[in-house]
T-cell receptor, first 113, second 113 residues
Framework: GQQLNQSPQSMFIQEGEDVSMNCTSSSIFNTWLWYKQDPGEGPVLLIALYKAGELTSNGRLTAQFGITRKDSFLNISASIPSDVGIYFCAGVYSGGGADGLTFGKGTHLIIQP | EPEVTQTPSHQVTQMGQEVILRCVPISNHLYFYWYRQILGQKVEFLVSFYNNEISEKSEIFDDQFSVERPDGSNFTLKIRSTKLEDSAMYFC???????????FGDGTRLSIL
């Protein structure tokens, strides 16, 4: 099946720093999604991207859909303690039905005081 | 804000028993999904459902699994004759369109003894 390579696996940063993570795939997607998961909870949608080259912001978060349709990145500016969690990229090539998402393995963000 | 709700939050079952996990998707959504997340691993797609039938399923979704939409609001996942390796978090998700963003519930933690 499709595989998403997400990096880095974990990040240890200071509060106030900017964060960048990315996902790459060997196959193309027509939708990229970024989710955040806190312990004991389900993934919460952060940003959805639908067009190659699209750059979308949600507050301090910015994500881009790569022009090759095989990659995406997520940036978080001026990190704060509540940004701690696991961030997952997910992609889908929707063929007109209810298509399942392929998830990356996640980036664990840890903010040091 | 509308949300996906799942019950129970935690289910403990003896190996070999049947379990039914329940989900109430967002009310105006038409596409429904089940995912699994083994502890410490990525989220994996199981099955999608649209128009009262399975739209797509993964290799994980074998004959042991079944899904049903018994009424206008519930969406269930049944696991027959559970195995130890079925222990995981099971997430339900829904979307309003086939390519729309999928919104997740907080999951059911299934523990097989």
């Amino acid at each position: 099946g499709q595989q998403l390579n997400q990096s880095p696996q974990s990040m240890f940063i200071q509060e106030g720093e900017d964060v960048s993570m990315n996902c790459t795939s060997s196959s193309i997607f027509n939708t990229w999604l970024w989710y955040k998961q806190d312990p004991g909870e389900g993934p919460v949608l952060l940003i959805a991207l639908y067009k190659a080259g699209e750059l979308t912001s949600n507050g301090r978060l910015t994500a881009q859909f790569g022009i090759t349709r095989k990659d995406s990145f997520l940036n978080i500016s001026a990190s704060i303690p509540s940004d701690v969690g696991i961030y997952f990229c997910a992609g889908v090539y929707s063929g007109g039905g209810a298509d399942g998402l392929t998830f990356g393995k996640g980036t664990h963000l840890i903010i040091q005081p | 804000e509308p949300e996906v709700t799942q019950t129970p939050s935690h289910q403990v079952t003896q190996m070999g028993q049947e379990v039914i996990l329940r989900c109430v998707p967002i009310s105006n959504h038409l596409y429904f999904y089940w995912y699994r997340q083994i502890l410490g691993q990525k989220v994996e797609f199981l099955v999608s459902f649209y128009n009262n039938e399975i739209s797509e399923k993964s290799e994980i979704f074998d004959d042991q699994f079944s899904v049903e939409r018994p009424d206008g609001s519930n969406f269930t996942l049944k696991i027959r004759s559970t195995k130890l390796e079925d222990s995981a978090m099971y997430f339900c998700a829904s979307s309003g369109t086939d390519s729309g963003p999928q919104h997740f519930g907080d999951g059911t933690r299934l523990s097989i003894l």
